[in-house]
């Protein structure tokens, strides 16, 4: 088992910056991948970044150049540093790890970006 506890969300001006933080505890030897999803209200749960064991990372293109996914493999966590925030970006952002048994997710972290 994988227990994940994610902080960092707030309320922000537009043109600000945040940094998202997933702590991963319990079987954390066999996490491979990290990564993060949001959902705005109202739509569906979207893909936001994601980073290999070895460090390779993917944005989707909406994020890309303001967003940078990280991972600390000694302390097991995932961090999404977001600048440049839009009000688009407003959504509870979760963290979500695979392992080689299953996926895990976090409880969520709201992130407010006001125009």
């Known amino acids: 088992q994988v227990q994940l506890v994610e902080s960092g969300g707030c309320l922000v001006q537009a043109g600000g910056s945040l940094r998202l933080s997933c702590a991963a505890s319990?079987?954390?030897?066999?996490?491979?991948?990290m990564g993060w999803y949001r959902q705005a209200p109202g739509k569906q749960r979207e893909w936001v970044a994601t980073i290999s064991r070895g460090g390779s990372t993917n944005y989707r293109d909406s994020v890309k150049g303001r967003f940078t996914i990280s991972r600390d493999n000694a302390k097991n966590t995932v961090y999404l540093q977001m600048n440049s925030l839009k009000p688009e970006d407003t959504a509870v952002y979760y963290c979500?790890?695979?392992?080689?048994?299953?996926?895990?997710w976090g409880q969520g972290t709201q992130v407010t970006v006001s125009s």
């Open positions: 319990g079987s954390t030897f066999s996490i491979n991948a």
């Open positions: 979500r790890v695979q392992t080689t048994a299953r996926d895990y």
